[in-house]
Structure formats: C-alpha cells, structure tokens
C-alpha cells in the first residue's frame, strides 16, 4: 500500500513552459486535493476533487488546471508557469464518509518541488 | 471557518512531554478541532481530532476546554523524530457541504532537544 505518490518530485520549469503533475492514491478514495506551500506559510488548496470525473476550484485557482479521470489520479497543469508558481505541490486524498462519522483526514504525499525561472 | 491561534516556537527535552496550545475562541458548535504535523520537507500527517470530548490515540492525546475555545495537543514522551510544524485546525465535519479544505495557518514549530 503505497498510499499517495506524486510524480515528478523536483522540476525547473522556464517561465511560459508547461507542466503536468501527477498524484495517485491507492487506497480508493473519493476525494483528491491539491495544495501550494510556499516558504514559511501554511497549504492553501488550489483545487480538489470529489469524485472521478468531478473537479472544483480552492483558494488559489489560477494559472492551474486539474483533471480527475480516473478515481486513483489527479492531475495538476500548469499551461504557461510563472516565477509566482515556484512552491512546493501537496496532492491529498481522503474517504468519503458517512454523515455519522467525523473521519475524513487527508493523507498526504511527499511534494513536488517546482522552481520556475 | 474559526480561526486558530498558536505559538510560533516551542521547544521541549526528549523524553519529556510536550504540550502544544491553541486558541480557537470564535469556534462554533458544528466544528471539530484537527491536528496534523509537517516534518522538514514532507507532507502533512495527521494527528488526532475531537468535537468536545478529550481524545487519545496512539500518537497524542487531545484535550479540549469545557467551553471549547482552546484546545492541547499532548505528546506524552516526545522524541527526536517529533520534531516539526503542527497545525491546529478548526473546520466543520463533512456533512454532504462544501467543507473539504483545511485552512493551514502558520503553526506551532516544536523542536525535541537532546
């Protein structure tokens, strides 16, 4: 059980270049997210996902484009980068859970970290 | 989403516990209190969560004020490898709405000292 992976963990990108992140869980979960840290601040959520096929703008959604094909994967794009979107890329995904249940913590993977110049 | 307040820094000798508050004073009924942590350069982990009764698991333990405006995290004999950014978070329990996020603000960095 691997849980989340992200592919790649480190890129350079040149400004106006474009870029494909790639998340996977397995552990079939329903709900996907993606977040920006950028030095000594907290995640803000960039776009999440509830479902395969469904996609949903967060905090911060432009310059990003997202897609959910397959319930295991969420891919984050960046169509022309800028120097503004060197950050560090969390994917997450959770359960989706009864109404009963407060359980829904997301499980994170391990980052990419982008640089564009 | 009620806002969060914690220290910046604190620092605790390993072995010993570490207790980790957090302000949450305009926190409302329908929302639970959540903590994760952020070791150097790796994903968040979550922690431990709770409504309003104190909670254990095999990581830490959460106790919450009868009012519910403040909350600790508690690692009862903390290590090395404990050492890390924690977040408290408040937000309310998924109920078929639109609360999917977690707010992270800027946290608690605990350093364990030898």
């Known amino acids: 059980n691997a849980g989340v992976t992200q592919t790649p963990k480190f890129r350079v990108l040149k400004t106006g270049q474009s870029m494909t992140l790639l998340c996977a869980q397995d552990m079939n979960h329903e709900y996907m997210y993606w977040y920006r840290q950028d030095p000594g601040m907290g995640l803000r959520l960039i776009h999440y996902?509830?479902?395969?096929?469904?996609?949903a703008k967060g905090e911060v959604p432009d310059g990003y484009n997202v897609s959910r094909l397959k319930k295991q994967n969420f891919l984050l794009g960046l169509e022309s980068a800028a120097p503004s979107q060197t950050s560090v890329y969390f994917c997450a995904s959770s359960y989706e859970v009864p109404r009963t249940s407060g359980e829904d913590e997301q499980y994170f993977g391990p980052g990419t970290r982008l640089t564009v110049t | 989403d009620a806002k969060t307040t914690q220290p910046p820094s604190m620092d605790c000798a390993e072995g010993r516990a570490a207790n980790l508050p957090c302000n949450h004073s305009t926190i409302s009924g329908n929302e639970y209190v959540y903590w994760y942590r952020q070791i150097h350069s790796q994903g968040p982990q979550y922690i431990i969560h709770g409504l309003k009764n104190n909670e254990t698991n095999e990581m830490a333990s959460l106790i919450i004020t009868e009012d519910r405006k403040s909350s600790t995290l508690i690692l009862p004999h903390a290590t090395l490898r404990d050492t890390a950014v924690y977040y408290c978070i408040v937000r309310p329990r998924k109920s078929g709405g639109s609360n999917y996020k977690l707010t992270f603000g800027k946290g608690t960095l605990l350093t364990v000292n030898p």
């Open positions: 996902s509830v479902g395969e096929g469904t996609t």
